[in-house]
């Protein structure tokens, strides 16, 4: 039988990937006698870990292997075999294959390389093994893959040296990577970081198993607080989506790391929004739209990490800053603005408060404490208490420099900390302090988070609070809009009137507009619409009418609308000369309002893609544009729209009054439920301009461009 596909909303496929983590009896075929063969590492591994299972190795050159008795094959392994690892030749590896599948084994993990990262014939031998193991309901991790580890019950499938002597501690970080050496620096680092680790994967070639399967297990894992992804590119989007919209649910915070950033939007270059809209730029949408926190950096990675690790997601954004250095109090201040944290001004009485305590201190947040914090250790925990009752501060940053390397002082603010942690444990306290080892673990197993850098704390800090506001907010994130019955989109390409009319049917107001294909009939056309008009070339064949000299606004009589017809005509055969004129569409001017843009991209890896931005000339001009993975809801677009740096201007600013924001919003929506239903044939959508009037009084577009296959 087949392995069952994932699918929205279940995880059918994580649940068969279980053996790769939980595993009871582990062969591993080509097992080495040398330890530091690729062969021997994870026999050597697996006794090294105390792993509680049976290791059984499987070489039918030797009765036994670093003590333990070795099978000739798979076939005489005595029972069942939960997890088979191979580590053979490349070209054994489809007998070893073979064999688990007639002993009943439930998963292989396959160091073995050669396969589709080679050649074309690799490739070929590589889907011949995937057949194999499917017909016979058992998953493939790999090829060329340096495998899993489950902390917690030391198991360790893989050939990773790192950690040898020196096995994790068991934690709430679960780590998911494409890549196998990357991934063991991560494991690696982390463990050396003291973070308490729960699973890892790598997922090599991807030929069965790949990497939503893993992201979608380790998530599903009681056990799991937070998981860290490293991510090349993403071979099944929709599950991608969906173990994303899955983690948002359990309230379990992803950070990723993205790389492989190309531009893919060149290929369309007839639309502003395929211009605009690369593969990076999808990415980081996607991440937003589904709370992701994207790490640019290893070091923000595992900082980030670290954090989640804790368990605590504040929401309200407010942070205090207590310190024993001004420089460094402003330094986090800063810190905290640029990413979205308030550092609230304390009220008269709690500064009254603390000008009692410390006299020539700052105390309007941050709190300076001077250097009398180094002789009255008192001064810590009143003052935090202060900044946590009176401040509304969930969270906080003390700044305590090398206090964390002088054992007197360790000796004194250990009993403080241990105070503050029972007295405020649904608070979020991140101490920026050099500290010895032993030191930091003492204060992190009393729910401290320990930094060396306020901005790295600071940082942290901000990326729990939006973790704890997604978090929150994810039951009021609504469905997408249901729209009516779509018909299909007609072949061929379609002119301005046609796109129009298909998108008004999808709910998307458009200016009302009459075609005429004469001088007199645009002067009917402007008479009954009422002065003044636009007017505009009507073709298939021409996408941006400016560059033709095809648009003619504010015609305000007959006559000007007659001149402009034989303006515009005589212009657009000039400088297109191929393109098919079909004649004029003439529209009332539409009154003033804010220029906006609404697009669809067809993404290679992702489908259809939103974007919103200023319009106009501005969207090339400014680039002040925001995307999302169609389809989503109004208030998904309502947050898209708060990403515009010109989203200020929408509220409202220097008496301009705020704009219609939730038309667009709405207009948005349904547009990306009408890319969504026609995402096997539609290439592309501009809506370019979308007049956005005041509050209340809604948003028309002028001008619409579809694109199909």
Request: aromatic share 6%.
């Amino acid at each position: 039988m087949g392995a069952a596909p994932v699918t929205l909303g279940s995880w059918p496929a994580a649940a068969t990937v279980a053996p790769f983590f939980n595993a009871r009896s582990v062969a591993v075929i080509g097992a080495s006698a040398d330890p530091l063969k690729i062969g021997g590492r994870p026999v050597a591994g697996l006794i090294e870990a105390g792993f509680e299972g049976r290791i059984l190795p499987v070489n039918p050159n030797y009765p036994t292997v670093q003590g333990l008795p070795a099978y000739r094959s798979i076939a005489d392994v005595p029972g069942e075999v939960d997890l088979a690892i191979v580590s053979v030749p490349t070209r054994d590896v489809h007998g070893a294959i073979e064999a688990c599948a007639a002993k009943g084994v439930r998963a292989a993990v396959v160091f073995s390389a050669g396969f589709a990262e080679v050649d074309e014939a690799g490739r070929q031998a590589q889907d011949s093994l995937v057949a194999l193991a499917r017909h016979h309901g058992m998953r493939l991790m790999g090829p060329n893959c340096m495998g899993t580890i489950n902390v917690r019950q030391r198991l360790i499938a893989s050939f990773t040296y790192i950690v040898s002597g020196n096995w994790p501690k068991p934690g709430g970080v679960s780590i998911v990577s494409q890549s196998g050496a990357f991934g063991s620096y991560c494991l690696g680092l982390a463990r050396d970081q003291g973070i308490g680790l729960n699973l890892w994967a790598t997922t090599g070639n991807q030929a069965d198993v790949d990497f939503t399967d893993t992201l979608a297990y380790a998530l599903e894992d009681p056990e799991t607080r937070v998981v860290l992804a490293y991510i090349e590119g993403c071979g099944r989007p929709q599950a991608l989506v969906g173990a994303l919209e899955r983690a948002r649910a359990l309230g379990k915070p992803v950070v990723m790391m993205k790389v492989g950033a190309s531009d893919v939007g060149a290929a369309a270059a007839a639309s502003h929004t395929a211009s605009l809209a690369g593969a990076d730029e999808v990415y980081d949408a996607l991440f937003r739209q589904y709370d992701v926190h994207r790490a640019r950096s290893l070091e923000e990675f595992l900082s980030i990490g670290y954090a989640c690790n804790l368990g605590r997601f504040p929401t309200t954004p407010a942070l205090g800053v207590l310190t024993i250095s001004g420089g460094a109090g402003v330094l986090t201040a800063d810190t905290a603005r640029r990413e979205g944290l308030d550092v609230p001004e304390l009220p008269a009485p709690a500064r009254e408060e603390l000008r009692a305590l410390v006299p020539a201190g700052g105390l309007r947040n941050p709190v300076d404490l001077t250097g009398a914090a180094l002789h009255d250790f008192s001064l810590w925990p009143k003052s935090l208490r202060i900044l946590m009752q009176q401040g509304g501060c969930p969270t906080a940053v003390l700044f305590m420099a090398h206090l964390g390397r002088n054992p007197v002082f360790v000796e004194r603010l250990r009993p403080i900390f241990e105070a503050l942690s029972a007295e405020f444990s649904d608070r979020v306290f991140a101490l920026a302090m050099d500290a010895a080892p032993e030191v930091r673990r003492s204060l992190e197993e009393r729910g401290m988070l320990v930094y060396r850098d306020p901005v790295e704390a600071t940082r942290a800090i901000a990326a729990l609070v939006r973790f704890g506001r997604a978090f929150a907010e994810r039951g009021a994130a609504g469905a997408p809009p249901v729209l009516p019955p779509q018909p299909d989109l007609p072949a061929g390409p379609l002119d301005e009137r046609a796109a129009k009319a298909i998108l008004a049917g999808a709910g998307i107001p458009m200016v009302p507009d009459r075609i005429a294909r004469t001088a007199e009939e645009a002067a009917a056309a402007a008479e009954a619409l009422g002065f003044p008009v636009a007017m505009k070339i009507l073709s298939p064949d021409i996408a941006h009418k400016t560059e033709v000299g095809g648009v003619a606004l504010g015609l305000a009589s007959a006559a000007a609308v007659r001149d402009a017809f034989a303006r515009i005509g005589a212009s657009a055969r000039e400088k297109a000369p191929g393109a098919r004129i079909e004649g004029v569409i003439v529209s009332p001017m539409v009154g003033r309002g804010t220029e906006m843009i609404l697009g669809v991209h067809r993404d290679p890896v992702f489908g259809p893609v939103v974007m919103a931005g200023l319009g106009g000339i501005h969207v090339e001009a400014l680039g002040d544009v925001s995307f999302r993975v169609a389809p989503f809801s109004e208030a998904e677009a309502m947050r898209m729209l708060r990403e515009l740096r010109a989203w200020p201007l929408l509220e409202g600013a220097r008496g301009v009054p705020p704009a219609d924001v939730e038309a667009l919003a709405a207009a948005l929506a349904r547009l990306s439920v009408f890319a969504d239903r026609h995402r096997d044939r539609l290439l592309g959508v501009d809506v370019n301009p979308f007049i956005l009037h005041p509050r209340g009084r809604g948003g028309v577009a002028v001008d619409a461009l579809i694109q199909t296959l």
